[in-house]
């Protein structure tokens, strides 16, 4: 009796104490496994997320003449001097082109800090004593760009005995004694403004197109931008420009200098 019921037990606890070595066995398994996995470093992936670095010139400024002038002069500040006659003031009001020119500037450029200066000789011409009566004037701003009007309307309306070939001849003279005096200053040189049913002045006009690249500093031909005919009437008045005629000059300039 005792074989009959000792023999099962017997079969009953090698089956049981299998079952719990395998679970046992199972266990240090999971935790040799567990410490392996935690004892591996962790690499972080890697982005390929580029940093943006802000450019030293914007966009827009960049591929006008003012963008190439900045990249090529390291200065923190640069100074714009306008040299003109009355027609850099409005006949309507107080609202002159330069001003306009800067304040879009202002807008279109933050890396360089850019001031400026407008010296305007109502009756001047670059016939007469101009250079006596304005470089002194022109030097003490210390300009690092110079922008000059022709004063050829000054030069026809005022001088008409003057020839076309003289205006530009006296021009030359004129820059080329700025160009003396402020050897690092760059030039800009910009013709008067159109006036409707004009004879004598469009021969002064032309000679001066024609001799432009003659001059010291960089020749700036706003005229393509302006109206004709009774167009050109609507813009200006007493020969020079009026808003509108100062808004259509600002915005040919523009076009050369930050390429708005």
């Not at 591996?40 to 580029?50: G, S």
């Not at 026809?156 to 003396?180: G, I």
Request: charged content about 20%.
């Amino acid at each position: 009796m005792l074989k009959k019921i000792g023999f099962p037990l017997v079969i009953l606890f090698s089956i049981t104490g299998i079952i719990l070595s395998y679970m046992y066995n199972q266990q240090q398994i999971a935790e040799i496994a567990d410490e392996a996995t935690s004892s591996i470093p962790v690499e972080e992936p890697e982005t390929n997320e580029e940093t943006e670095v802000e450019p030293d010139i914007d966009e827009t400024v960049s591929s006008g003449w003012l963008g190439s002038h900045i990249e090529k002069d390291s200065s923190l500040t640069q100074k714009v001097v306008f040299v003109g006659s009355s027609s850099f003031t409005s006949t309507e009001s107080d609202r002159d082109w330069p001003s306009l020119v800067m304040k879009e500037t202002a807008h279109a450029i933050t890396a360089t800090k850019i001031d400026y200066e407008v010296l305007t000789y109502s009756g001047e011409t670059v016939s007469s004593s101009l250079i006596a009566d304005t470089a002194s004037d022109i030097t003490a701003a210390e300009p690092t760009i110079l922008i000059v009007e022709s004063f050829s309307l000054n030069d026809n309306q005022y001088y008409l005995p003057f020839t076309e070939q003289e205006s530009v001849d006296n021009l030359s003279l004129f820059l080329t004694h700025m160009e003396s005096e402020l050897p690092d200053t760059e030039i800009i040189v910009v013709p008067s403004n159109p006036f409707p049913n004009a004879l004598h002045y469009l021969e002064r006009k032309n000679t001066l197109d024609e001799q432009a690249s003659s001059l010291p500093g960089t020749y700036v031909d706003h005229w393509v931008a302006w109206p004709t005919g009774e167009g050109l009437e609507s813009v200006t008045q007493n020969l020079r420009p009026n808003d509108e005629g100062q808004e259509i000059w600002s915005e040919a300039f523009l076009e050369f200098f930050i390429d708005s």
